[in-house]
């Protein structure tokens, strides 16, 4: 058992890998941008979370409020081989379902001559809940592998001394030693939930007709809570097994109760944990307007987030899984930085006021933000996004619009784990608007995520001695509909 390590409970690092944007931020916040994807560039409302600088153009002095509400699943499947299963050719399948039914932001704007002023609420990171109701790889394989290798120990120290070797020739125990998976289960469910909250607060000022900046920042809010539990039950036959060694031979009794304990049970372990922390976003941003063209910059500057444990329930017997809770314990801090992300764009009006195009890059330097036991110096790079969107007025009634992302995170096999793993993906959106009068507009929009299958093996699986591979992959649908107000 002593190979259980911190790995047996990672649980609480299931994180909700955004569902548009980098490893830890939302960036699909308003339906605008789930029809065209590249809003970089906007100077309508949502430019308050995409391109604050540029609400200096906005077309209506006053006020503009937005409220969007989006539905989003995923699907997160691990794939594993590995030597214990006892299935044909030692594979199964985990699946892991992510839902996030209710995302709402919430957007206000006031402008006036020069000056605009603005806010945004919404989930700008994590965005929903995970569970992985039959376990996870990592923990079958780990006491699997822990199991195994206790018992051949056993074994092994029986036929090496010359006053226990007889009792190997003992049917009963020939048939025992070492465990395999067929004389036990593993029940075992994960369930992870994690949202975090921002609240955006700025000001935009148009320095020139062609020229705009703005200053604020976000207050973000972390709020998860992870639930999990192991329990590995003896099969009948192997209890009455154990019962019967025990008697016919006293000297066993001890090391024979360390694996079935007198609930019956070779393992317990229980986990209640809730997490919070707050940090604070500076944000700055730049606009630059000439000729049908724009020219858009926003920079996020990196968020120190440390988050602390409320653990209400933290159980594990026997005392070899006690490490394993260790990261869980109450009281506990853990960093969870949100990285530092610059935000470009070009967009250009190819027939004003009807048709409009944009291209965007996206940069997060999530090397340089803190994880849990510093992973993310596990990453090859930060993240790199590449956007594309063009919109068509129609008329003045009816737009419609579509748009494309590319994402590439730098991965690794280090950085991937069970609990916490990415792929490197594209998203296509479309959708339309409605401007049901001059002062109210309705936006729906629909996009999906198509991932790349991430591939991992390793000699030494998670620490197991033994070799196993993974193939994670990974589904996203997002459907959404919003209204925006001016008055």
Same mark, same amino acid.
């Given at each position: 058992?002593?190979?259980?390590?911190?790995?047996?409970?990672?649980?609480?690092?299931?994180?909700?890998? %955004? !569902?548009?944007? +980098? &490893?830890?931020?939302?960036?699909?916040?308003?339906? #605008?941008?789930?029809?065209?994807?590249?809003? *970089?560039?906007?100077?309508?409302?949502?430019?308050?979370?995409?391109?604050?600088?540029?609400?200096?153009?906005?077309?209506?002095?006053?006020?503009?409020?937005?409220?969007?509400?989006?539905?989003?699943?995923?699907?997160?499947?691990?794939?594993?081989?590995?030597?214990?299963?006892?299935?044909?050719?030692?594979?199964?399948?985990?699946?892991?379902?992510?839902?996030?039914?209710?995302?709402?932001?919430?957007?206000?704007?006031?402008?006036?001559?020069?000056?605009?002023?603005?806010?945004?609420?919404?989930?700008?990171?994590?965005?929903?809940?995970? %569970? !992985?109701?039959? +376990? &996870?790889?990592?923990?079958?394989?780990?006491?699997? #592998?822990?199991?195994?290798?206790?018992?051949? *120990?056993?074994?092994?120290?029986?036929?090496?001394?010359?006053?226990?070797?007889?009792?190997?020739?003992?049917?009963?125990?020939?048939?025992?030693?070492?465990?395999?998976?067929?004389?036990?289960?593993?029940?075992?469910?994960?369930?992870?939930?994690?949202?975090?909250?921002?609240?955006?607060?700025?000001?935009?000022?148009?320095?020139?007709?062609?020229?705009?900046?703005?200053?604020?920042?976000?207050?973000?809010?972390?709020?998860?809570?992870?639930?999990?539990?192991?329990?590995?039950?003896?099969?009948?036959?192997?209890?009455?097994?154990?019962?019967?060694?025990?008697?016919?031979?006293?000297?066993?009794?001890?090391?024979?109760?360390?694996?079935?304990?007198?609930?019956?049970?070779?393992?317990?372990?229980?986990?209640?944990?809730?997490?919070?922390?707050?940090?604070?976003?500076?944000?700055?941003?730049?606009?630059?307007?000439?000729?049908?063209?724009?020219?858009?910059?926003?920079?996020?500057?990196?968020?120190?987030?440390?988050?602390?444990?409320?653990?209400?329930?933290?159980?594990?017997?026997?005392?070899?899984?006690?490490?394993?809770?260790?990261?869980?314990?109450?009281?506990?801090?853990?960093?969870?930085?949100?990285?530092?992300?610059?935000?470009?764009?070009?967009?250009?009006?190819?027939?004003?006021?009807?048709?409009?195009?944009?291209?965007?890059?996206?940069?997060?330097?999530?090397?340089?933000?803190?994880?849990?036991?510093?992973?993310?110096?596990?990453?090859?790079?930060g993240t790199h996004e590449v956007l594309a969107g063009v919109e068509w007025d129609i008329n003045k009634m009816f737009t419609v619009s579509g748009g494309f992302q590319n994402t590439d995170y730098?991965?690794?096999?280090?950085?991937?784990?069970?609990?916490?793993?990415?792929?490197?993906?594209?998203?296509?959106?479309?959708?339309?608007?409605?401007?049901?009068?001059?002062?109210?507009?309705v936006n729906v929009g629909y996009f999906w995520t198509t991932y790349k299958d991430y591939n991992r093996s390793e000699e030494n699986y998670f620490n197991t001695t033994l070799p196993g591979k993974?193939?994670?992959?990974?589904?996203?649908?997002?459907?959404?509909?919003?209204?925006?107000?001016?008055?």
């Amino acid at each position: 058992m002593k190979r259980i390590t911190t790995l047996l409970l990672a649980v609480a690092a299931v994180s909700m890998t %955004s !569902f548009a944007g +980098g &490893l830890l931020h939302n960036t699909n916040q308003h339906i #605008a941008f789930m029809r065209m994807m590249a809003r *970089g560039a906007s100077h309508e409302i949502d430019a308050v979370y995409t391109n604050p600088a540029g609400l200096a153009y906005m077309d209506h002095d006053g006020w503009t409020l937005s409220l969007n509400i989006q539905s989003a699943t995923q699907s997160r499947d691990a794939l594993t081989t590995f030597a214990l299963f006892p299935e044909p050719d030692h594979t199964r399948l985990y699946k892991g379902k992510a839902s996030a039914p209710v995302i709402p932001s919430l957007y206000g704007a006031y402008k006036k001559d020069r000056w605009t002023f603005s806010g945004f609420f919404g989930f700008t990171g994590g965005g929903g809940k995970c %569970s !992985f109701d039959s +376990g &996870l790889p990592v923990f079958d394989a780990s006491i699997m #592998a822990g199991i195994y290798a206790q018992t051949a *120990g056993l074994k092994k120290t029986l036929a090496e001394n010359p006053a226990t070797a007889a009792i190997l020739a003992d049917p009963r125990v020939a048939g025992l030693l070492p465990l395999t998976a067929d004389k036990y289960d593993i029940n075992s469910s994960m369930k992870g939930r994690q949202y975090i909250y921002g609240l955006q607060l700025g000001a935009t000022y148009k320095i020139l007709d062609w020229m705009s900046a703005y200053v604020g920042g976000r207050m973000n809010y972390f709020d998860g809570n992870y639930t999990g539990f192991v329990k590995v039950l003896p099969k009948p036959e192997l209890s009455s097994a154990v019962q019967q060694i025990a008697i016919a031979y006293p000297p066993l009794a001890p090391t024979l109760s360390s694996l079935v304990n007198q609930n019956g049970e070779m393992a317990n372990i229980d986990l209640n944990c809730s997490q919070t922390g707050w940090g604070i976003t500076p944000i700055v941003g730049l606009d630059f307007v000439w000729k049908g063209f724009t020219l858009a910059a926003k920079y996020e500057f990196k968020t120190n987030l440390s988050i602390e444990n409320d653990t209400k329930t933290a159980i594990a017997e026997p005392a070899a899984f006690e490490t394993a809770l260790a990261d869980y314990k109450h009281g506990v801090n853990t960093p969870n930085d949100l990285p530092a992300v610059l935000y470009t764009a070009l967009g250009y009006e190819f027939i004003p006021n009807k048709l409009r195009a944009t291209v965007e890059y996206h940069y997060y330097d999530d090397k340089h933000a803190e994880m849990a036991h510093d992973k993310q110096k596990a990453l090859k790079h930060g993240t790199h996004e590449v956007l594309a969107g063009v919109e068509w007025d129609i008329n003045k009634m009816f737009t419609v619009s579509g748009g494309f992302q590319n994402t590439d995170y730098g991965l690794s096999d280090a950085y991937q784990t069970h609990t916490s793993f990415s792929c490197d993906s594209y998203s296509v959106g479309f959708g339309g608007a409605v401007n049901v009068t001059e002062k109210i507009k309705v936006n729906v929009g629909y996009f999906w995520t198509t991932y790349k299958d991430y591939n991992r093996s390793e000699e030494n699986y998670f620490n197991t001695t033994l070799p196993g591979k993974d193939t994670y992959s990974r589904t996203n649908k997002v459907f959404g509909a919003g209204i925006d107000f001016k008055f």
